[in-house]
């Protein structure tokens, strides 16, 4: 066959921006060469609905052992004794856990979406939002940080059968234990939705969501460094006590419940190819040098937040316990929007996105605010010593703006300084 050169040299383009820009979007990642040539193998062509063992195909004795090496490496990884590694993303893993534990109709708690919460926790344009009753809890204005009394009052007056903690831009640790005493006056679910920060909880770097967490999603793509994906897991199994039922109105254990929400639910065939590549990213997980990673990215963070403190910048909450910060632009630039920002540093080879701030006087597609993270820059090798120059180029870029000899002459350093951190072969 010939080779689609078009397709090809799109994807070399989009490797040379990769290799040579300082990407700082929170959510993003690289992924190591064994991860992606998992991805790209012959494990695609393979249908296996069904779990391992279970098949509804012939011939899926070794996939079954490649998703079997997947679960147990995530269980290791998490100290779980549950996983389902099918679900494609993150927000299929929340679509099967509503599925599983909500009716139409039902209330569940989430995080404000303009106060850093996800689209999947209950946006009105979200599956979420459209068949269940999402009511959203907030930050307290004056710490930015979760408002955990106004949540049980929350919680004590709209009785949800679900509650989420997580968030798509939040800097800040999050109270599990706290959670699960409101949860249990109100009867609910705790859910932890973990896809940003999950690689520092899983080597210890932040609070763990078991015991308290009845059941957690995660991305994997994002800190876990893997392929783009999700997953649900359970710290224990248990007999559920709401009577929840699969679709054949069987009441089984949580897992079993869980199991059928994602396939066949809301899924048909799982991604073998993808689900190898998880199980090669679960495994680099639990090696030292990814030990090692973590914590630098979480030195990064915490180095970046204060460099951009010290540039006169307002950090949401004054700083980070992960891998990301909120940058609120009104105190520095108060005409400059976060959309600006993110097309304006487009520009000069530099990526990170627009992001609400709490209490955002703008729109979702303007923002006073960007998010910024340190997942990716660091597993290309940046360590604290660059950081403060990074940040220099930014604030530099935003002060001059509209200049294109400044966006230029800093995308020429840019270039210069990722010329020395490596990126996969491509
Ligand atoms: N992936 C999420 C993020 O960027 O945080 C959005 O879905």
């Not at 998490?78 to 534990?101: C, D, I, K, R, T």
């Not at 993110?342 to 998010?371: H, Q, Y």
């Not at 509209?402 to 990126?423: C, H, Q, S």
Request: charged share 25%; hydrophobic share 40%; with cysteine.
């Amino acid at each position: 066959m010939e080779k689609d050169t078009l397709v090809f040299q799109l994807i070399k383009k989009e490797y040379e921006r990769q290799l040579h820009g300082i990407e700082l979007i929170a959510s993003e990642n690289f992924v190591s060469n064994q991860v992606l040539e998992a991805m790209g193998s012959c494990l695609t062509n393979k249908y296996a609905e069904g779990l391992p063992g279970r098949r509804y195909y012939g011939g899926c004795q070794v996939v079954d052992e490649v998703e079997q090496l997947a679960i147990d490496r995530i269980k290791k990884l998490f100290n779980a004794e549950w996983v389902n590694v099918q679900p494609h993303s993150g927000a299929q893993a929340n679509a099967a856990v509503m599925l599983a534990v909500l009716k139409p109709g039902d209330t569940f708690l989430g995080l404000d979406l303009s106060h850093g919460g996800h689209l999947s926790h209950g946006s009105p344009v979200n599956s979420s939002g459209i068949l269940y009753r999402p009511v959203a809890y907030t930050l307290n204005p004056d710490t930015e940080q979760v408002d955990y009394d106004k949540l049980e009052e929350i919680a004590l007056r709209e009785r949800p059968k679900l509650i989420i903690a997580g968030a798509s831009a939040y800097s800040r640790d999050w109270d599990y234990e706290r959670m699960r005493q409101v949860a249990e006056k109100v009867g609910a679910l705790l859910m932890a939705d973990i896809a940003h920060p999950a690689g520092l909880i899983a080597r210890g770097l932040l609070n763990h969501p078991f015991p308290y967490c009845h059941i957690v999603t995660t991305t994997t793509h994002k800190t876990l460094r893997g392929p783009r994906g999700g997953l649900v897991m359970m710290g224990k199994d248990f007999e559920n006590p709401w009577g929840l039922t699969t679709p054949k109105g069987e009441i089984k254990m949580m897992s079993q419940v869980l199991d059928m929400a994602v396939f066949p639910g809301i899924q048909g065939g799982p991604l073998e190819h993808v689900i190898a590549a998880k199980a090669v990213s679960f495994g680099e997980a639990l090696s030292d040098s990814y030990l090692e990673y973590i914590k630098q990215v979480k030195k990064n963070a915490a180095m970046m937040a204060q460099c951009f403190i010290d540039k006169g910048y307002k950090v949401v909450s004054n700083g980070t316990d992960n891998h990301s910060m909120l940058i609120d632009l009104r105190t520095k630039f108060p005409e400059i929007t976060g959309k600006m920002v993110e097309n304006v540093l487009v520009r000069a080879d530099i990526t990170l996105n627009k992001n609400m701030v709490p209490f955002d006087s703008r729109t979702p597609f303007t923002t006073s605010g960007v998010r910024v993270g340190t997942p990716a820059i660091t597993t290309r090798g940046v360590k604290e010593d660059i950081i403060g120059q990074v940040v220099e180029l930014i604030d530099e870029v935003i002060m001059h703006i509209e200049d294109e000899k400044v966006i230029g002459r800093v995308r020429e350093k840019v270039n210069a300084i990722m010329n020395g951190y490596p990126l996969f072969a491509y």
